[in-house]
């Protein structure tokens, strides 16, 4: 079963994805990490995330732009900053729809830029479009 990290500050927006991979029988590990420093300790193996048995490498990491402690772009940042990492699925998961935002994850190595759906319904679809092409 792959194991996707969802590093989101909205807790909303952690039940919805939760509740999307739920109703599309999606099967996966679902960690989260509810702001930057967590993700880059979740992904380090470090503190509490120490126990890999608990908190496996994530196959697929969901990503929010705007986080607190460290942002999206600075997760991502670091993550394409460690060659062992290179090939490591990131998908945005953002609110902004805006071209700024795109360009810098685009350009900071991200894998692919999805607009969070408002509905539940196009929120499903999108959640089977990620685990069709990334974890499938």
Known sequence: MPT???????KSDRLLIALAFKRNELPVNLHGAEDGEKALEYLQGIGIYANRDEHPFPDLV?????LPRKS???VLAWIRSQPELNLLPVIILSSSDQ??????AREAGATCYFCKPVALAPLKEMIKEIYSKWLA
């Open 72 to 74: 999206g772009p600075e």
């Open 4 to 10: 996707v990290l969802h590093v989101e500050d909205q």
């Open 99 to 104: 071209k700024v935002d795109r360009e810098q």
């Open 62 to 66: 969901l990503l929010d732009l705007k």
